[in-house]
């Protein structure tokens, strides 16, 4: 079984910046692929990023990219987002989910952490 712990959220102003991680409690072919999901307020569970391990792939989503980054600390099972420019629309719960395969649908992915607030005002 491997777990997902998220930490690095919090309340910025619009312009602001955060870093996420996820850490896993261990690296399997379960989890070569890391990706990062939020849920805003009332809507849908969405994909933000993923990175595959084995591919050296990094995708995401077109409303974040060029803001958000994915980097990694694999010896230490630990994956970055690190989110610039942050916007109002930004806000949600973030969560790291886990896969041998990375896709966009949350129903793809395995191993999920409990999740971590980002809330950016105006």
């Known amino acids: 079984q491997v777990h997902l712990v998220e930490s690095g959220g919090g309340s910025v102003q619009a312009g602001g910046s955060l870093r996420l991680s996820c850490t896993a409690s261990q690296y399997t072919d379960s989890t070569k692929c890391i990706a990062w999901f939020r849920q805003p307020p009332g809507k849908e569970r969405e994909m933000v990023a993923t990175d595959h391990e084995d591919l050296g792939t990094t995708y995401y989503r077109d409303s974040v990219r060029g803001r958000f980054s994915i980097s990694d600390d694999r010896p230490n099972h630990t994956l970055y987002l690190q989110m610039n420019n942050l916007k109002p629309e930004d806000t949600a719960m973030y969560y790291c989910?886990?896969?041998?395969?990375?896709?966009?649908?949350?129903?793809?992915?395995?191993?999920w952490g409990q999740g971590t607030q980002v809330t950016v005002s105006s």
């Open positions: 989910a886990a896969n041998s395969a990375c896709g966009l649908l949350p129903r793809l992915y395995n191993y």
